[in-house]
């Protein structure tokens, strides 16, 4: 059984957004959420900025499982961390316990176009079902990779920045990638499977700029 995980060179990285767009277009989230995110990480002395790439950890250890009192959030096999939208009745306790500010709250539910529903709204793909008062993240394009597809954000990296794949795969890019990476918020406990290639003494400025993320709050 493959254990799903993902790079992000943030050596690659321009912060063009695409990911971003591709995430939306493919899962059709509601408007103000994001499960794909870029932020800034400035470093003034240097003149330079740094683009990260921020989502959900898909972590060994998830801090929002036993934070739901519905055993509304499980894992894969392959151990992506999903929500089951018909357990979940939107108490938020999984919010506050996810340490990377991954997990937003629906609060209402409407469409992109006041009054208007566009043809691929009125028959959507289950990854596509968004409801009101519920918990939302990142999938990790769960359905494409049952298919045996790269997640979508991965597809549509011009850069490269990002590498998916079985981390207990020897041969596997992301498995070579992983030992060059560095997780964020260690300290937390979770062990992300998601990890970041950067200059260690980028470190703690990323981790800061993860914290200050404006989504950590419902």
């Given at each position: 059984?493959?254990?799903?995980?993902?790079?992000?060179?943030?050596?690659?990285?321009?912060?063009?957004?695409?990911?971003?767009?591709?995430?939306?277009?493919?899962?059709?989230?509601?408007?103000?959420?994001?499960?794909?995110?870029?932020?800034?990480?400035?470093?003034?002395?240097?003149?330079?900025?740094?683009?990260?790439?921020?989502?959900?950890?898909?972590?060994?250890?998830?801090?929002?499982?036993?934070a739901c009192k519905y055993d509304a959030i499980y894992k894969t096999p392959e151990g992506i961390v999903l929500i089951d939208q018909k357990k979940c009745v939107?108490?938020?306790?999984?919010?506050?316990?996810?340490?990377?500010?991954?997990?937003?709250?629906?609060?209402?539910?409407?469409?992109?176009?006041?009054?208007?529903?566009?043809?691929?709204?009125?028959?959507?793909?289950?990854?596509?079902?968004?409801?009101?008062?519920?918990?939302?993240?990142?999938?990790?394009?769960?359905?494409?990779?049952?298919?045996?597809?790269?997640p979508r954000c991965v597809q549509s990296c011009p850069s490269r920045a990002l590498i998916f794949g079985d981390l207990d795969d020897p041969g596997s890019e992301?498995?070579?990638?992983?030992?060059?990476?560095?997780?964020?918020?260690?300290?937390?406990?979770?062990?992300?499977?998601?990890?970041?290639?950067?200059?260690?003494?980028?470190?703690?400025?990323?981790?800061?700029?993860?914290?200050?993320?404006?989504?950590?709050?419902?």
């Amino acid at each position: 059984m493959a254990n799903y995980g993902m790079v992000v060179d943030l050596n690659r990285c321009t912060g063009c957004m695409t990911c971003v767009i591709a995430c939306k277009e493919e899962n059709l989230t509601p408007p103000e959420i994001w499960w794909n995110k870029i932020l800034e990480v400035e470093n003034e002395p240097l003149n330079f900025i740094t683009y990260v790439r921020h989502a959900c950890m898909h972590c060994e250890k998830p801090s929002c499982i036993p934070a739901c009192k519905y055993d509304a959030i499980y894992k894969t096999p392959e151990g992506i961390v999903l929500i089951d939208q018909k357990k979940c009745v939107g108490a938020g306790d999984c919010i506050d316990a996810c340490p990377y500010g991954a997990i937003s709250f629906i609060f209402e539910d409407k469409s992109y176009f006041e009054g208007v529903r566009l043809p691929f709204e009125e028959s959507p793909t289950p990854n596509r079902v968004h409801k009101a008062n519920q918990a939302s993240k990142c999938t990790m394009c769960h359905h494409l990779v049952k298919q045996g597809q790269d997640p979508r954000c991965v597809q549509s990296c011009p850069s490269r920045a990002l590498i998916f794949g079985d981390l207990d795969d020897p041969g596997s890019e992301v498995h070579k990638k992983m030992k060059m990476a560095l997780p964020l918020r260690a300290s937390a406990g979770t062990r992300p499977k998601v990890g970041y290639i950067m200059p260690a003494s980028l470190e703690k400025q990323v981790e800061k700029r993860v914290e200050e993320n404006p989504f950590m709050m419902r």
